[in-house]
């Protein structure tokens, strides 16, 4: 299912080409938040992503949050703990 | 019927109630435990709280809270969509001078919540958060972003308190993590197996707990200016 998600995700991006993509954690979003980021990369689009992550991870991130970390455009966290760790991590109260 | 919303403060003479909550989850461990003789009988006491009244919502569980014959030989009841919204489950009963009640689910916890002087909340962050919204409210804390409005009797000296219980049972290591942080912090008192709840000892620190009221976030306005911030539109 993950393989059916990513194809039609890349229908959804090329047709929709979203300036914003808002996401908050569940493992569906990885597709479409990789092909959005793919498609800036190509030039082809020029979609940017904020990703939240959930409130309760307050010592380490989420897989989804780990995997999408290193490619989103801003990256909320909940918790002073997490911003040691991950830097590019913003605090949202 | 007996229901914790129907009893105001006046109806039990001031007496101060306890409302346990499991959300749509099953804590059979949990529902046993404040549902034994041994429990009511220790929270009756003045230095554990002199509770006269506790509602349990008890879930998917398959114990039954307050019937005579409670067994669990039948297996998991199935859970069938009456059951979901079935609010009549009410078995109110009097045990060890304590009123006692218990329902599996309702539309909205909230006036439950609002009527008890101790929550008692699995560790779902939801739970968590409605339960820190309303002891705020209580209490007198400043509400930013919820939607619960302070209530004006500020002066009772025995605050709205909110205990969590996580489930070893489950694999969620990181639902404890969210209730320690908080606890960390003052917000609520934890407790790690329900079987602590009968030590005379937890209810006596539970009691004497001083909860800081949660005061939440500002409703998503620091983060609707982060996405603003972030595309150049100024505030």
């Known amino acids: 299912t993950t393989i059916r998600s990513f194809i039609?995700?890349?229908?959804?991006?090329?047709?929709?080409?979203?300036?914003?993509?808002?996401?908050?954690?569940?493992?569906?979003?990885?597709?479409?938040?990789?092909?959005?980021?793919?498609?800036?990369?190509?030039?082809?689009?020029?979609?940017?992503?904020?990703?939240?992550?959930?409130?309760?991870?307050?010592?380490?991130?989420?897989?989804?949050?780990?995997?999408?970390?290193?490619?989103?455009?801003?990256?909320?966290?909940?918790?002073?703990?997490?911003l040691q760790q991950y830097p590019r991590s913003q605090l949202v109260s | 019927m007996l229901s914790l919303s129907s009893s105001k403060r006046g109806h039990h003479g001031g007496g101060r109630s306890i409302f346990v909550t499991v959300g749509t989850t099953k804590f059979d461990s949990l529902i046993s435990t404040v549902s034994s003789s041994q429990f009511l009988s220790q929270i009756s006491k003045p230095e554990c709280g002199a509770y006269v009244c506790i509602a349990v919502q008890y879930g998917r569980g398959a114990v039954t809270p307050f019937v005579s014959d409670n067994t669990s030989t039948s297996g998991v009841e199935q859970i069938s969509d009456d059951q979901q919204h079935d609010s009549s489950d009410d078995n109110a009963r009097l045990v060890e001078g304590v009123s006692c009640s218990s329902y599996r689910f309702k539309p909205t916890l909230r006036q439950d919540m609002e009527a008890a002087d101790l929550i008692i909340s699995h560790a779902g962050a939801g739970s968590i958060m409605e339960g820190l919204e309303l002891c705020c409210a209580a209490n007198g804390g400043r509400i930013k972003g919820g939607d619960a409005t302070a209530s004006g009797d500020v002066s009772q000296k025995r605050r709205k308190k909110l205990v969590v219980v996580t489930n070893a049972a489950l694999m969620n290591a990181h639902q404890s993590e969210l209730a320690d942080a908080l606890e960390a912090r003052g917000h609520l008192f934890v407790v790690n197996d329900p079987s602590e709840l009968l030590k005379e000892e937890t209810l006596r620190q539970i009691e004497k707990f001083d909860q800081i009221p949660f005061e939440g976030g500002d409703g998503g306005a620091d983060f609707a200016a982060l996405v603003d911030n972030h595309f150049g539109f100024e505030p």
């Open chain 1, 8 to 82: 039609r995700s890349i229908y959804v991006a090329t047709r929709v080409r979203p300036d914003l993509v808002l996401c908050n954690g569940p493992g569906t979003c990885v597709p479409i938040v990789m092909i959005v980021f793919l498609l800036r990369i190509l030039g082809m689009a020029d979609g940017n992503v904020v990703f939240v992550e959930s409130f309760c991870r307050v010592h380490n991130l989420s897989l989804t949050g780990k995997l999408l970390y290193p490619i989103v455009d801003k990256f909320v966290v909940h918790w002073p703990e997490l």
